[in-house]
């Protein structure tokens, strides 16, 4: 299946800089390469650095203390990742979780807003970081008035999204049934007959651990009619 255009587009903060701006931040930081599933940031820990992405999809989890998980996001190559603590010094407010292995380079916060001043990126920083708050009202309304179907839609949607410019597979999703419903807040037996169904239409293809999204643009139209009826219903 052919992939989207703006599936090879530079995403995130790395697409509202200079590209040799963005290449600087990554020359001053640390580079680390990370597991699937290894935890890179936690909640509740003290800040101190930021992290720039440069591979490999990751996801921003909230966790209640008996263990129930959401997932808050998803962030990918060209995501700054950590700055919430440099700007208030805050403990961590959410874990970010490795969904893929992949690559970061680390900077100390002091470091990273002198660059940033240095470099006259405030205001590109500014709006980053406003989007990601832009993004918490409609993900706390989809939880709590889509279905579960819409649900998953968008956070494929979000995965696939969230890949960058250089993935090799960003349609293929190396998480289980399992770990897409617990992000979503859901059970299994909520996500297994709309995976079914799906497959069926051949808008999804499913392995073990893995899940490949063969028409993208096919689950881009349920997430967006899902979110039209939901808000028509609950309106009228």
Not at 106 to 135: C, H, M, S, T
Not at 196 to 205: H, N, P, S, Y
Request: glycine share 12%.
């Amino acid at each position: 299946m052919s992939e989207p255009n703006d599936l090879r587009r530079p995403r995130g903060f790395r697409s509202l800089i200079p590209s040799s701006a963005w290449a600087t931040l990554v020359q001053h930081g640390v580079r680390a390469a990370h597991r699937a599933r290894q935890r890179v940031l936690h909640q509740g820990a003290p800040g101190g650095w930021v992290l720039l992405s440069l591979s490999g999809r990751l996801k921003v989890v909230y966790a209640e203390p008996d263990g129930r998980e959401l997932v808050l996001a998803v962030r990918g190559p060209g995501d700054v990742i950590g700055e919430f603590s440099g700007r208030d010094g805050g403990l961590r407010s959410a874990t970010v979780q490795a969904i893929e292995p992949g690559t970061t380079y680390k900077l100390p916060d002091q470091q990273f807003n002198e660059l940033v001043e240095r470099y006259r990126l405030g205001a590109e920083l500014n709006a980053y970081i406003l989007g990601k708050v832009r993004e918490s009202a409609p993900h706390a309304w989809r939880l709590a008035h889509h279905t579960a179907a819409v649900r998953l839609a968008g956070f494929l949607s979000a995965l696939v999204d969230a890949a960058g410019p250089d993935h090799p597979c960003p349609t293929t999703i190396t998480m289980s049934q399992e770990e897409l419903a617990s992000g979503l807040g859901l059970v299994r037996s909520a996500v297994t007959p709309v995976l079914a169904e799906w497959k069926a239409a051949g808008l999804v293809r499913i392995s073990r651990g893995r899940l490949h999204v063969d028409d993208v643009a096919g689950l881009r139209e349920i997430n967006v009619r899902g979110a039209s009826t939901s808000g028509q219903n609950r309106d009228g």
